[in-house]
């Protein structure tokens, strides 16, 4: 447990769609939640989707409607559907992963465990 793995990043033009996947090197169903966040240059890290273990799912403002996250317990993989991208979406994004409950907010990066090591997202106007 503990190893996730981004992969489906890119260039798109503004308008496009792009499917980013988080493999987990243990079960999903074990962490209580997973989540994507995106870091774009100079900026702080930031929410973008989470499921948790029950498979709800929350969203940042900025991309509800757009994003979809989704998770396949077979294949171990967590996904992020990314629909209508647009510019102010180019950034890393990475996936992260909570293996127990705490105060933190689903939103906070330092509630998460474990992460990824990213994969950059680019979207031209």
């Known amino acids: 447990q503990g190893q996730l793995v981004e992969s489906g990043g890119g260039l798109v033009q503004a308008g496009g769609s792009l499917r980013l996947s988080c493999a987990a090197s243990?079960?999903?169903?074990?962490?209580?939640?997973m989540g994507w966040f995106r870091q774009a240059p100079g900026a702080e890290r930031e929410f973008v989707a989470v499921?948790?273990?029950?498979?709800?799912?929350n969203y940042a403002d900025a991309v509800k409607g757009r994003f979809t996250i989704s998770r396949d317990n077979a294949k171990n993989t967590v996904y992020l559907q990314m629909n209508s991208l647009k510019f102010e979406d180019t950034a890393v994004y990475y996936c992260?992963?909570?293996?127990?409950?705490?105060?933190?907010?689903?939103?906070?990066?330092?509630?998460?465990?474990?992460w990824g090591q990213g994969t950059q997202v680019t979207v031209s106007s």
């Open positions: 992260a992963a909570a293996n127990r409950f705490g105060s933190t907010s689903h939103k906070d990066p330092s509630g998460y465990h474990y």
């Open positions: 243990g079960r999903t169903e074990s962490y209580v939640r």
């Open positions: 499921i948790w273990r029950a498979d709800s799912t």
